[in-house]
């Protein structure tokens, strides 16, 4: 790609260092390089002043309590998150400041200030507990990007509920199974959404999954669609309309003095196996990392527009789109729809309208918005943005620079931000005022933090390749798997000793200390920047009536970082052909949801397995990639392989 514009070439060199434009950085909050050693010398007391900018109720008497694998920050604290993310905004002149901006696909356009959201929270609140809702209990949100969403989140954490937002891409399958997992009571969904110009219809799906998940009582439906005709059937008794019950909800609600350690929400994501994990992450830390990292590496300044593009149903949502950004009073632009709709500068319209100045986005976005040229973007005003981020997945160098050059003007820092559904908040990323940036790399720890390149036997590599590692707790960590906790322990703290978290990727360090994380090393693949576990794939595929045996690994692709690959058997006289290709890439959909849906479906005899019956990924991986074959000496048939590379081949 990069040969289509000359002008980065040069930019794109090994050695190419950015340092922070002269005129940003004097102008940057964080300008003290003492902050990292601070963090290093006594994290504890350096967490302790990040947690002492948040309100709370009564202080904490201990800052840590680490039993490895099992932390509790901020211990016999207690505070709000809604009164943090809300409350303490309108006893000041931040009351009438702009919270939300959002933006409809169709073009439909609200703002809410702080004080809107206050009273909207509080209302719900009292919706929530009219209903029945306590504190502890689950509650699952299943909606499109409306602020509606923000504020059941903030209402949830306003009574001690506990919120599980599935991302409205998700089939009606995955709902019912976060749901019943989490044994959620209530469910906030909306009649539909609008995608690409379409429909998602949510109270549909949503009907189909609470056919199996009877722990739900209550229904709440926002509006979404006014007049459109996809039929709303209302289940006498369960289902509500939001606007309906919000009417004569009262205007106040009194928040719960929640402990640090209380749970704030349940996040889903996929991991090695086929269920996927309820990440649980409780209050204070949480809450305590990311309001502080918002500020530190987004530079936030008062009068700031910042936008993340994440759907809230992702954690860049929860923690970069709710609660850091509202934490610091700022002000949130939210987008509801696709990037190229209805043309492909509706990103660059929309920071325009608003006059952005932060924008937080994702490489596969980045390589998308390049292949459709810089025409877009150069049709609009870009000239307010200041700063510029990345998240979800490696940004390959060419990404980088086109966007520092395309987007940013080149006068906007690029903060490389790393970080996990489990990590809560930002672990990895420059400070934009101080940090010298790498196309590529996603720099150093932030301060507090500890990294480590590891090899397997848990040896430190200072410089070259090995295993990712986080070496000390953090105040936004996981505190658990939901209903499983030795899951938790055996995923993240058994690779080494139980005080060493293993992150689950393939990282290097430079000789100048850069971390460049090079991607996942378990079967977890990055297709958009979404995690898709391999196994969940396969469980969909091989629910397939005419599916034996199937094994998906992930491939290079050039816009979604890697595409989905499934190598597929089928059963005993059943005749493979494009359609049923075609059937199996639906039914996968149809199980998870559009996401996972395979982008090659290649049938095969049989697949290539170890003498002791283990399929080999590898090989199919180096299949897939179209790549010279490794090692097969172990195989039990080394025909297969060959076959197999034979007939990829042949499709192509
Ligand atoms: O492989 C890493 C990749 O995304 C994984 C985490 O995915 P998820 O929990 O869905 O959270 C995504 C949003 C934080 C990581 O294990 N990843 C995330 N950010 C980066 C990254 N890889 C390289 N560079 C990044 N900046």
């Known amino acids: ?21 002269a005129a940003f950085a004097a102008a940057a909050t964080i300008t003290d390089p003492g902050l990292y050693a601070r963090g290093a010398e006594d994290p504890e007391a350096f967490w302790a002043s990040q947690a002492g900018e948040l309100e709370w109720y009564t202080p904490w008497t201990r800052v840590l309590d680490w039993a490895p694998p099992h932390a509790k920050w901020f211990t016999g604290g207690t505070l709000n998150a809604s009164v943090n993310c809300v409350d303490r905004h309108v006893r000041g002149p931040r009351r009438n400041k702009a919270a939300l901006i959002w933006e409809g696909e169709p073009g439909d356009r609200r703002t809410l200030t702080y004080f809107d959201l206050y009273r909207q929270v509080s209302q719900f609140a009292n919706v929530l507990t009219r209903l029945g809702v306590r504190r502890g209990d ?44 989490a044994q959620a009571t209530l469910l906030v ?16 799906m949503a009907d189909e999954a609470l056919r199996e998940a009877p722990s739900i009582k209550n229904v709440v439906i926002v509006q979404r669609l006014q007049g459109s005709p996809v039929p709303v059937p209302l ?52 809450l305590t990392q990311v309001a502080a990292t918002t500020r530190w590496v987004f530079d936030l300044k008062e009068d700031d527009v910042y936008w993340c593009t994440a759907d809230i149903g992702w954690v860049t949502g ?13 002000t949130v632009v939210m987008y509801e729809g696709a990037p190229d709709w209805p043309a492909r500068d509706r990103v660059w319209e929309v920071i325009e309208r608003y006059g952005v100045t932060i924008l937080y986005t994702a490489p596969t976005a980045i390589r998308a918005f390049m292949r459709w040229g810089t025409e877009w973007p150069g049709k609009r005003d870009l000239t307010s943005l200041r700063l510029l981020g990345s998240v979800g997945e490696p940004i390959n160098p060419e990404a980088w620079v086109w966007y520092h050059r395309f987007i940013g003007g080149e006068r906007c820092p690029i903060v490389d931000t790393w970080w996990q559904t489990e990590t809560g908040g930002m672990m ?46 953090w105040p936004s960590m996981l505190r658990g798997i939901y209903g499983d906790m030795d899951r ?17 990727d393939g990282a290097k360090r430079d000789a ?28 969909a595929l091989v629910d397939h009536p005419q599916v034996a045996e199937s094994a998906v690994v992930g491939r290079p692709h050039e816009i979604k970082g890697q595409a989905l690959c499934a190598f597929v058997t089928v059963k005993e006289g059943v005749h493979t052909s494009d359609v049923l290709a075609a059937e199996l890439k639906d039914h996968v959909a149809k199980k998870i949801g559009a996401i996972a849906k395979p982008d090659d479906i290649i049938f095969a005899a049989d697949l290539p397995k170890t003498r002791s019956g283990k399929i080999m990924r590898r090989l199919l991986r180096d299949i897939a990639e179209g790549k010279a074959l490794g090692d097969t000496t172990t195989l039990a048939d080394p025909g297969v392989v060959a076959r197999l590379k034979d007939q990829y081949q042949g499709t192509e």
Request: overall charge negative.
């Open 318 to 330: 929860h923690s970069y789109l709710v609660y850091g950004p509202l934490a610091n009073g700022a």
């Open 235 to 286: 289940q006498e008794g369960r289902d509500h309309w939001w606007h309906r019950l919000m009417m004569d909800a009262p205007l106040t609600c009194d928040p719960e003095r929640m402990d640090a350690e209380d749970m704030l929400f349940i996040l889903y994501t996929s991991g090695t196996t086929g269920k996927p994990k309820g990440i649980v992450h409780t209050t204070g830390g949480y």
């Open 488 to 504: 938790y322990v055996k995923t993240y703290w058994s690779r080494w000793t139980p005080d060493i978290y293993f992150t689950g």
């Open 512 to 539: 100048d200390g850069f971390f460049w994380v090079l991607g996942r090393v378990d079967d977890v693949l990055n297709v958009a920047g979404h995690r898709i576990g391999t196994m969940e794939v396969e469980s």
């Open 428 to 473: 990895i990323a420059p400070l934009p005022g101080l940090t010298r940036t790498k196309p590529g790399s996603a720099t150093r720890p932030l301060p507090g933090i500890s990294a480590e390149i590891r090899r397997d036997d848990g040896t430190d590599i200072p410089v070259g390749g090995g295993l990712l590692a986080l070496t000390r707790p």
């Open 189 to 204: 969904t909306a009649d539909g959404g609008w995608r690409r110009g379409a429909v998602v219809p949510l109270k549909q």
């Open 138 to 181: 689950r509650v699952a949100l299943y909606m499109p990007l409306i602020p509606e969403l923000a504020i059941a989140m903030l209402a949830c954490a306003r009574i001690g509920a506990v919120h599980s937002v599935v991302f409205g891409g998700f089939s009606a399958e995955s709902l019912r199974d976060r749901i019943n997992d």
């Open 1 to 21: 790609m990069a040969d289509q514009h000359p002008e980065i070439a040069d930019l794109l060199s090994e050695h190419r260092r950015f340092d922070p434009p």
